[in-house]
């Protein structure tokens, strides 16, 4: 069962979903934010091997243990939260690493189910840049969007396309959708 309070807003990376999300939530909306980048800083801090260049599967599972947790904690309150990637995102991550997807995560993402309608930010060259936790090639990232856009589509959401405009009037797209 889906749950019309937890909207997903995924893509691939430099696409200007977290500066949506900050912005969403600079507006007062609940939000909860990506596991990749926090996951990566806090394996570099400590020297970890969970690194999507160095291990992509134990990477896959710090994010799903993150994911996990952080719908457990916004499915407990009856109000609008916004996730910056979601659950459906590992089972991206595995396939654009050519990996197989553990049956755990396939479960994981079938019982954990999101608003109907998520949200996609498409691959936007002319803001893409990369950075210390961002070294995906912007082939790369163009192929992340696509992975998403077909893991959720699979999963049985509608994948509503984020218009290539201003941050304020993305944030205004996404408030009109949801009815805010």
Known sequence: ???????????????G??????????????????AGRAIIRAQHAIGGPALPSRDP???????LGWELRSYAEAADRP???????GIPDIIGHLR???LPVPDHVLTA????RYARRIFLAPH????????DERTQSEAEAAATCAIMRRVYAE???EVIDLPFVPLSERIAFVRSQLGH
Not at 57 to 63: D, L
Not at 109 to 112: G, K, N, Q, S
């Open 57 to 63: 599967i134990a990477f896959a599972e710090q994010m």
């Open 109 to 112: 993402a079938r019982l954990h």
């Open 155 to 157: 999963l049985g959401y």
């Open 1 to 15: 069962m889906m749950d019309p309070c937890l909207v997903v807003i995924t893509g691939g990376p430099g696409s």
């Open 17 to 34: 979903k977290t500066s949506l999300v900050e912005g969403l939530a600079m507006q007062g909306i609940r939000t909860m934010p990506e």
């Open 124 to 131: 936007w060259p002319s803001i893409y840049h990369g950075d």
């Open 79 to 85: 109000e609008l939260t916004l996730f910056d990637r």
């Open 96 to 98: 654009l690493c050519s």
